[in-house]
């Protein structure tokens, strides 16, 4: 069984930056995938239990809001296998 998913969009690399450090200082969660999606736009996934993954996001946003622009901010509980792979890297894939 998969873990969730949290998906924070911010603007810029030190306001993703900060978001992450904040995300990972503050709950059991993982940094699974980053991604600059344009426009100066970077997609960072993380995953971990619910409770940590909505705790992490909720201070990632936070502390993003005070660096930068939120573009999005996302759970998703229980993500489809088929999002493994296609949007989310398995393990090992680069």
Do not use: N
């Not at 699974?32 to 992490?56: M, N, R």
């Not at 809001?65 to 792979?85: C, F, M, N, T």
Request: hydrophobic share 45%; net charge negative; charged share 20%.
């Amino acid at each position: 069984m998969y873990q969730s998913l949290g998906i924070i969009e911010v603007e810029g690399l030190v306001t993703a930056t900060s978001a992450i450090d904040a995300m990972c200082k503050h709950a059991f969660v993982e940094v699974v995938h980053i991604e600059k999606t344009g426009s100066g736009w970077v997609t960072v996934l993380i995953q971990g239990d619910l409770a940590s993954v909505q705790a992490a996001l909720e201070v990632g946003a936070e502390t993003a809001y005070r660096h930068g622009q939120v573009v999005a901010v996302k759970s998703i509980p229980r993500p489809d296998e088929e999002l493994y792979g296609k949007l989310i890297p398995k393990a090992g894939d680069s």
